[in-house]
């Protein structure tokens, strides 16, 4: 294992330490783990196959010394891997799970995170990521009037509906989900333009077409197409265009082979690019019917 951060072994002693009942007057760590006296946590050390090397009275500064020892060897991956394991809690699984969930947010800085896999924990990389506020912390935001950009109002209350879905996903932390949310809302509102806007679509040097060089039947247009048809006729612009390809290429990791391939895996920072995205080619789309309407009246 590669060597932690000082600040990430002590928020893991405070983990070994524990807090709950049995703290008495002592310090009470934001640990969910089960309170452990010092014999307790020498204990403990040795479950995880390691001799405590701790010299302070304290608990955590004691537990704080053994980990330093060990810092950057694989015995700091055999105390991480007890301190994950359902041996270590007699098989409890909620407080197992507690744990370990515990033990990702700390790891999550280092791009480390820890995974039970049957009853044998594990330790895997992932991307390095810092806490930053949950879209729960903030109001949803209100969906655009889906009712002016598309004429079917069943459609307008489907993407109205994803609208919110993309939201909640965001909020349950389900990022790969709510990036296929926001993709199929882009999907949908673009299919929708070019359909109802045949003519001027068909026209486009990047409208889809056969060997015999006509224009591929709309069922056949990719999102990557439409994308690129909308901002040829004016309908999205140049940035959000370059942007709007982005979010196809996450959306497309809906199929697990191009997760495989892509070894992307979206995490708030890029639900958070997908949706403002999302906003700026709704956007666009409206003001274009705005000023088409606008002609229309005159």
């Given at each position: ?33 089960p ?54 809690y ?17 790891l999550?800085v280092?791009?480390?995170?820890l ?8 330790i ?7 806490n ?13 009037d889906f ?11 489907i ?15 389900a ?11 882009l ?7 070019v ?11 990047a409208?889809?077409?056969d060997?015999?060089?006509?224009v591929k ?16 006729v ?48 709704v ?8 000023q088409t ?6």
């Amino acid at each position: 294992m590669k060597r932690l951060d000082d600040s990430t072994l002590e928020a893991i002693a405070e983990a070994i330490c524990g807090s709950g009942e049995g703290a008495g007057g002592g310090p009470k760590y934001s640990s969910p783990s089960p309170y452990r006296t010092k014999s307790q946590i020498s204990d403990f050390f040795r479950r995880a196959g390691i001799q405590s090397q701790g010299m302070s009275s304290t608990r955590k500064w004691f537990v704080l010394e053994s980990l330093q020892a060990i810092n950057g060897t694989p015995h700091l991956d055999s105390v991480l891997k007890r301190l994950a394991s359902p041996k270590e809690y007699r098989g409890d699984a909620t407080v197992t799970q507690t744990v370990t969930e515990h033990l990702n947010q700390i790891l999550q800085v280092e791009g480390l995170e820890l995974a039970v896999v049957g009853v044998e924990p594990q330790i895997r990389e992932r991307k390095a990521t810092a806490n930053v506020p949950k879209p729960k912390e903030t109001p949803v935001e209100a969906p655009p009037d889906f009712g002016r950009l598309v004429q079917d109002s069943s459609l307008a209350d489907i993407l109205t509906f994803r609208w919110a879905e993309a939201q909640r996903c965001f909020r349950a932390d389900a990022h790969l989900s709510a990036v296929i949310m926001m993709g199929s809302i882009l999907e949908g509102v673009l299919l929708h333009k070019v359909e109802h806007n045949m003519k001027i679509a068909n026209q486009a040097k990047a409208a889809p077409r056969d060997k015999t060089g006509s224009v591929k039947p709309i069922h056949d247009w990719s999102l990557s197409v439409l994308i690129d048809v909308a901002h040829e006729v004016g309908w999205l612009q140049g940035d959000v265009k370059r942007f709007s390809h982005a979010l196809r290429e996450s959306r497309n990791i809906v199929h697990p082979y191009v997760q495989r391939i892509s070894r992307d895996r979206p995490d708030g920072d890029t639900c958070r690019i997908c949706w403002q995205v999302v906003r700026a080619a709704v956007a666009d789309l409206l003001e274009v019917d705005k000023q088409t309407a606008g002609v229309g009246q005159t």
